[in-house]
């Protein structure tokens, strides 16, 4: 699915009417089967721009199309076909506590399952080796029939993303999908998600604070910072005086390390550092 | 989906993929189900004899009857005293049920014992506040339509019995709740007090009460709306009140007047509620 | 009253100010700007007019000749009539009363839940028009006691415990309703919102995300009620819905005090498996 942004404007459900709107003039445009990772300090908007393109928040001013098309001017049944072709992984994963791991994974399933498929799943699983083949991706294949109050944080983010690889939708956004994961488990994850996605031609939009996961994995990033695009650049050509522009007021957020000069050019791989957000 | 390679092709045929818990949860619903059985036996449920055309007469009767409601002004008095009889019934028993329950619960908190301050509780104070415990118990199981039948042949037919009964029922019900809210949270700054030397009263008033007595007012008062509804039930075996005059109607198959005092007894319990949430929401 | 800045000596004013400045004091004990206090003096108006119109005979349970008759009543139920007949009588009695409480316990969870449903707003984009009137249908069914729901169904259901059991059923359904709304209200809405975000219908987002999180509740809330409802069931049979109630207000009607003995002791046995029972499984369900 493409996506095209156009002056678009958004403001927080909670916000005050004084306060600035998150999203100030976003224009943005996505092919089908692109990958972008989208990065900036907290406050920046990140969110709100995911919760926009999931249809969960109207924007107020601005042209927003999904697939050509206006999402906010279809009927309701019309919506809810489209809601099933995306999915959203939010930051903190949406999984009833006493549920089973297989049945929060399946459960990404429901759009394209039938109502007596999906109430039948409820007693006894339906595809179960589906979701083994999903949380084996990201090393999690012994915790099939586990609870999930019982995982840790890390296991239960995995879980949330697992999700995303059985969903019927041709458009992913992620939300901080590696915030409670350590680096081995980060780079799993993202080779898994940036693997398969390419694999499906499903377009993908993530939102990290790991900045160098992100020039890593992905061939386009955007910077995001107080509600506006500060850059739009594959990723190669973004350097770190644009990051220490973009992180300005929120050097903590950036490990020190990414903001000294390069001594050694040749240096084909950087070395991962672990970036300290909260 | 990508096919399971021939290394986890036994996994498949394994029963790795089979659900661990499926067994479980088909024995238990067979066991539900199989003890539903003899409860609908044992109970005689055959909800289908409320379709029978006599039985349908009848219920269309009774209820065609409760339209038009009675509402003229000597049974509008008549149901005002009623009410206000059923609220003081409540209210009355509910304080005597108090004056009946601070003190045992006050023996049968543990946390205000001088012995458990260092260490185990003496054997004679731990049997005085089992016995206490265990007669609350047996105050609560107890129901008030019992106490109230007992009563009605001791001291006659009458609002006595009835308050009587809640207190003692009540009684039990709050003197427990009581001492567990006191039991509950921490004991420490109690235990400092009686440690420095202070009487169990004195701990009381100024180390338990302030921390807990938003919670106690807040369960007196919501036992005091269970209580009215109580009042309305003991005037089916001779309490008076709301409950009586329902009877009565009942008996005489008026259903204009039995409309009229239900519907009554909804906004009373209706306001009561309202009452109750205002208050428990003021003292938390 | 701040201390003077300067290094000028205190007037000699201050040295004859009391200890005690008026504003120091404690308050008043009645303040007639002060909503508790009002409401204290009601409350007490209250407590003294139930008193005073009730017209309570305190004669007849606090004087000597009423401790007496107390007395020789409580005599006459000593000693218990222990015989295999009636005891046969009142362990059928007692499992009809444990059937009614049971079986009305679990209808009134399943039409609890039915109504809970309409009840509550699922969802900020939930429109949920329903749920006024359903919660005033709920606020109905509570607020009408078991006994008198036992009296109104005596005349379509006749006698016996069919009507205990719809009695039971009906009044709990009201509680269990109103617990059940405020149970799925106050969950946390993350993975409901989730499956709502993939256009998921609502009666799937509610078995996947809603009743995974909210069912230990629900099932604490009616083994809760279960321990309340079988003490009502005991009753029930006063007005003729069968069950011990029935039998005890038969033999008391014939003053036939030791086997009414029996048919209390019978009672509080069942009330205390019942509170050990329920007590046990809420433990196993919430380990």
Redesign the interface.
């Known amino acids: 699915m493409n996506i095209e942004l156009s002056g678009l404007q958004a403001r927080h459900p909670s916000a005050s009417a004084h306060a600035p709107a998150a999203l100030q003039g976003i224009s943005l445009q996505l092919g089908v089967g692109e990958q972008v990772a989208i990065i900036g300090p907290s406050g920046a908007g990140k969110t709100t721009l995911l919760q926009v393109l999931?249809?969960?928040q109207r924007p107020t001013h601005g042209e927003f199309r999904l697939g050509g098309q206006d999402p906010w001017r279809f009927s309701t049944s019309e919506?809810?076909?489209?809601?099933?072709r995306?999915?959203?992984a939010?930051q903190?994963p949406?999984?009833?506590?006493?549920?089973r791991v297989v049945?929060s994974v399946l459960?990404?399933r429901?759009?394209a399952m039938s109502?007596a498929a999906?109430?039948r799943s409820?007693f006894y699983p339906t595809n179960i080796p589906a979701a083994y083949e999903a949380l084996n991706h990201f090393d999690l294949s012994d915790k099939l029939f586990d609870r999930v109050d019982r995982l840790s944080g890390g296991e239960r983010q995995r879980v949330g993303l697992a999700r995303a690889l059985l969903?019927p939708?041709s458009l992913w956004l992620i939300d901080e999908p590696l915030s409670a994961l350590d680096p081995m488990r980060a780079r799993l994850a993202m080779t898994a998600l940036v693997g398969l996605a390419h694999e499906r031609k499903i377009t993908m939009v993530a939102t990290l604070h790991q900045v160098d996961m992100a020039l890593t994995h992905f061939n386009r990033i955007i910077g995001l910072q107080k509600g506006q695009i500060v850059f739009d650049l594959p990723s190669a050509q973004v350097t770190r005086e644009r990051l220490a522009n973009l992180y300005e007021h929120h050097e903590h957020e950036l490990d020190s390390d990414t903001l000294q000069p390069e001594s050694d050019q040749d240096q084909a791989v950087p070395t991962p550092v672990v970036m300290h957000c909260r | 989906m990508s096919t399971p390679n021939s290394s986890q092709a036994n996994l498949v045929f394994g029963g790795k993929f089979r659900d661990p818990a499926f067994s479980s949860r088909l024995f238990w619903l067979s066991v539900a189900i199989l003890l539903?059985w003899?409860?609908?036996v044992?109970?005689?449920?055959?909800?289908w004899?409320?379709w029978e055309p006599d039985?349908r007469k009848?219920?269309r009767d009774?209820l065609a009857s409760f339209w038009p409601l009675v509402h003229d002004a000597e049974f509008m008095r008549l149901v005002a005293r009623e009410t206000?009889?059923t609220?003081?019934?409540a209210?009355?028993g509910v304080?005597l049920a108090l004056v009946l329950a601070i003190p045992m619960c006050l023996m049968a908190a543990r946390v205000l014992s001088l012995s458990a301050l260092s260490g185990r509780m003496d054997r004679w104070p731990a049997l005085l506040r089992w016995c206490v415990r265990a007669t609350l118990?047996?105050l609560r199981?107890?129901?008030e339509?019992?106490w109230a039948?007992v009563f009605v042949?001791?001291?006659?037919l009458?609002?006595?019995a009835g308050?009587?009964a809640i207190a003692l029922t009540y009684g039990g019900m709050l003197g427990k709740v009581y001492a567990e809210i006191l039991e509950s949270g921490e004991s420490h700054s109690t235990h400092t007090l009686m440690r420095n030397g202070s009487g169990r009263l004195q701990a009381l008033v100024y180390a338990l009460l302030p921390s807990h007595a938003a919670e106690l007012a807040s369960y007196t008062v919501y036992r005091w709306e269970c209580a009215i509804?109580?009042s309305?039930?003991l005037g089916?075996?001779g309490a008076g009140g709301l409950?009586q005059q329902?009877?009565n109607s009942?008996k005489m198959f008026n259903g204009g007047e039995?409309a009229t005092l239900?519907l009554v007894?909804?906004v009373l319990?209706?306001m009561a509620?309202a009452v109750s949430t205002w208050l428990r929401r003021a003292l938390s | 009253m701040k201390p003077s800045a300067t290094n000028a000596p205190l007037p000699k004013v201050f040295s004859r100010e009391a200890a005690n400045p008026p504003y120091k004091l404690p308050p008043p004990l009645f303040d007639a700007r002060c909503r508790a206090c009002w409401f204290t003096v009601a409350l007490l108006m209250?407590?003294i007019?139930?008193?005073v119109?009730?017209?309570?005979?305190w004669a007849?349970?606090a004087s000597l000749e009423?401790g007496r008759?107390?007395y020789r009543?409580l005599a006459e139920f000593f000693p218990p009539d222990l015989s295999p007949k009636f005891l046969n009588k009142v362990v059928s009695a007692a499992?009809?009363t444990l059937?009614?409480s049971?079986?009305g316990t679990?209808m009134a969870a399943l039409l609890g839940l039915a109504l809970a449903v309409p009840a509550s707003r699922m969802s900020k984009q939930d429109s949920a028009w329903l749920r006024s009137p359903t919660r005033w249908l709920l606020?109905?069914l509570?607020?009408?006691?078991?006994?008198?729901w036992a009296?109104?169904l005596l005349?379509?259901?006749?006698l016996?415990?069919?009507a205990?059991?719809?009695a039971l059923a009906l009044h709990t359904s009201g509680v269990l309703g109103r617990l059940f709304a405020e149970a799925m209200e106050n969950i946390p809405k993350?993975?409901?919102?989730?499956?709502r975000?993939?256009?998921?219908?609502p009666?799937?987002v509610f078995?996947?995300?809603t009743l995974?999180?909210v069912?230990?509740q629900l099932m604490s809330y009616t083994l809760y009620r279960w321990e309340n409802n079988i003490?009502?069931a005991?009753?029930l049979g006063?007005?003729g819905a069968?069950g011990l109630?029935q039998l005890?207000?038969f033999n008391?009607g014939l003053f036939l005090m030791n086997k009414t003995a029996t048919i209390?002791g019978a009672?509080?046995l069942m009330?205390?498996c019942v509170?050990a029972l329920s007590f046990s499984l809420r433990r196993w369900l919430n380990r």
């Open positions: 999931a249809c969960a919506l809810r076909c489209l809601r099933g995306l999915f959203l939010p903190v949406p999984l009833p506590p006493r549920q049945t459960a990404g429901l759009p109502l999906s109430l409820l969903s939708a | 539903l003899p409860l609908t044992a109970t005689e449920f055959r909800p004899v409320l039985n009848v219920t009774f206000w009889r609220v003081a019934m209210t009355a304080t118990i047996v199981s107890i129901p339509l019992v039948l042949r001791v001291v006659g009458g609002p006595t308050v009587l509804r109580s309305v039930v089916f075996v409950g329902l009877d009942m039995v239900l007894f909804i319990v209706a509620d | 209250l407590v007019a139930s008193f119109s009730l017209d309570l005979d007849a349970f009423a008759s107390m009543f499992s009809e059937a009614m049971a079986l679990v606020n109905a509570r607020a009408i006691p078991e006994l008198v009296a109104l005349i379509s259901a006749g016996g415990p069919m205990g059991t719809l993350g993975p409901g919102d989730a499956l975000i993939q256009g998921v219908g009666l799937r078995a996947y995300a995974p999180q069912l230990p003490r009502a005991a009753v006063v007005v069968g109630g005890l207000s008391m209390l009672m509080l009330v205390a509170d």
